[in-house]
């Protein structure tokens, strides 16, 4: 297949831990990649935000990032962008009539309002996956919700536009259908984690003079729920709690590391809170392997890869029960859910895994498993080119099916 994918805020390219890369970043990127290594052709689009930016780059796991004008060329946060949308559109539609892909998957809402305006007039099949909704964010964050006022109603359009929505978890399917889309539209395809970065590392005897580590990990805002894990560790004796997450590795200007360090001053742990800043993809499997248990303690989170990358890893994970967490942690088995959000629910699941080392490392055994059975990327690859391909016209269906039997590609239709 010929496949466009549209990430208009969130390039593949882009280094994480801003404060509008992370999550999207990692997966447009890597589902971009195993989808190369599954035989298609693959064109990433987003905003060009720098005047260096070239018009387009072969990134190298082989997939196309095209750098299409839209507004000023400079970062811009994507709360702001939806302005811009309607110039971004145009430069898809100029590409696409060029140059017509098979099927275009938009990643976040203003991409797919951005893919449906281009899409429309030229007939191309068009999935989206949201990966946060608004109406989700505006229940949890209520008057601190930055996003446009019109983002749930213009959600609704392009749900209801779209030949296809891919969910990243169940609660985002209940969202939907709730929205009024059909559930026979809607299919969940996880996220992915990268097996062969995040992977356990060798056992290693225990050392009886080290004290616990709980690591958390995530964007520096006040949604991921920091303050909670430092509430919570004043009643976690002789335990460090690690933050890592921040637009630099210094952070002692940022304004949330700031009202951190004072919540944990008022706590009586700043000697046992360190804030590390931003730590780069490629250091964090030590920094996750490092942890006795991984901190996930967030208001709300519409997937999180953390808990997925942890438990690659052999961690154990202690996250709130929301949104995606309750699909990829499994309550008793690869970590602890926890349904009451106070410091004293969270403080309890942390003393009852440090305190028993057996339970730790079944549970790490069991998360690692999960990880590889279910969330690696060539399986989220293969489940997201089932959906892709099920719209195609039937004489490209015919004709992938066509290039499966010389054994160059999987050309069955199975159901999702």
Not at 21 to 49: E, P
Not at 264 to 289: F, I, K, N, Y
Request: hydrophobic share 45%.
């Amino acid at each position: 297949m010929r496949i466009a994918m549209v990430s208009e805020h969130a390039s593949p390219l882009a280094a994480l831990g801003g404060i509008d890369a992370g999550g999207q970043n990692v997966h447009v990127a890597a589902l971009a990649a195993a989808l190369v290594d599954r035989g298609h052709d693959v064109s990433v689009f987003t905003r060009r935000d720098s005047t260096d930016l070239p018009d387009d780059v072969t990134a190298p796991d082989g997939y196309r990032v095209v750098h299409v004008p839209a507004g000023p060329p400079a970062p811009i946060a994507k709360d702001d962008l939806l302005p811009f949308m309607g110039d971004f559109a145009a430069g898809l539609s100029e590409h696409w009539t060029a140059d017509r892909p098979d099927v275009v998957h938009a990643h976040f809402w203003m991409s797919g309002l951005a893919t449906q305006l281009a899409a429309g007039p030229l007939a191309i099949p068009t999935v989206v996956t949201f990966r946060a909704l608004g109406v989700v964010k505006k229940r949890h964050q209520g008057t601190r919700d930055t996003s446009p006022l019109s983002r749930t109603k213009i959600e609704r359009l392009i749900a209801r536009s779209a030949d296809h929505v891919i969910a990243t978890c169940s609660d985002e399917v209940t969202e939907l259908v709730r929205m009024g889309i059909p559930r026979r539209r809607i299919s969940v395809v996880p996220c992915g984690v990268d097996l062969e970065q995040f992977q356990p590392a060798a056992i290693a005897s225990a050392d009886p003079t080290r004290r616990g580590r709980l690591v958390a990990v995530g964007r520096l805002v006040p949604r991921k729920g920091f303050d909670l894990a430092i509430a919570a560790l004043a009643s976690v004796p002789d335990t460090e709690l690690i933050i890592a997450g921040g637009e630099r590795s210094d952070v002692s200007d940022d304004a949330e590391a700031k009202r951190l360090r004072q919540i944990a001053v008022a706590h009586g742990v700043a000697d046992r809170v360190r804030l590390v800043g931003q730590v780069s993809h490629e250091s964090m499997p030590d920094l996750l392997r490092s942890a006795d248990v991984v901190l996930c303690t967030p208001t709300y989170e519409p997937f999180g890869l953390v808990p997925l990358e942890a438990m690659a890893c052999g961690i154990p994970v202690v996250a709130t029960a929301v949104g995606g967490f309750l699909d990829t942690v499994i309550d008793g088995v690869t970590g602890v859910l926890v349904h009451r959000r106070t410091p004293a629910a969270v403080a309890d699941a942390v003393r009852r895994l440090l305190a028993d080392e057996g339970r730790r490392t079944g549970y790490g055994m069991s998360a690692a498993d999960r990880a590889h059975a279910r969330y690696s990327w060539e399986q989220i690859a293969v489940d997201t080119e089932r959906v892709l391909r099920s719209l195609l016209p039937e004489p490209v269906v015919a004709q992938h099916a066509e290039m499966a039997e010389d054994g160059t590609r999987d050309g069955r239709l199975d159901l999702v």
